[in-house]
């Protein structure tokens, strides 16, 4: 019996834990809770790649970048538990007549409803704008 009751306790235990974290990688493009800008100006994509991982580095702590898809994930906080920002540029074409950039961020529910505005989001879009302007 009391092996039943440690089984299940830390079935509960591990099932609370998931509440509170946030998988970088479940982080993706075209949530509704993100927001999107156009990049201004005539900017090659590795000035809004070197400009985008500034932003996101700021106050935040990269934790996966690919520049081939345009993908820089960061988390505030501390691992597990912080909060998620994701940022997706489009098109990854060297020469884009325009570049897009998304934002999402994700952050642990706990026991209350999830962040659907992050504030994070105009930061960083007002940091790849500073970063692109000192290029």
Known sequence: MSKLLAALTLLLTLGACAVFTVDPNEIQRGSADGVTFTVPGRPTYDQVWAASLK?????????????????????????????????????????????????????????????????????????????LEAK
Do not use: C, W
Request: aromatic share 4%; charged share 15%; glycine share 10%.
């Open 55 to 131: 932003a996101m580095g700021q106050g935040m702590n990269v934790v996966s970048s690919h520049k081939p898809s345009g993908t820089i994930r960061s988390r505030i906080g501390s691992a597990p538990s912080g909060k998620v920002m994701a940022l997706f540029i489009s098109p990854t074409d060297p020469r884009a007549a325009q570049y897009r950039i998304e934002l999402v961020g994700k952050s642990p529910m706990g026991m209350g409803q999830p962040e659907r505005h992050h504030p994070e989001y105009a930061v960083v879009a007002q940091n790849v704008q500073v970063a």
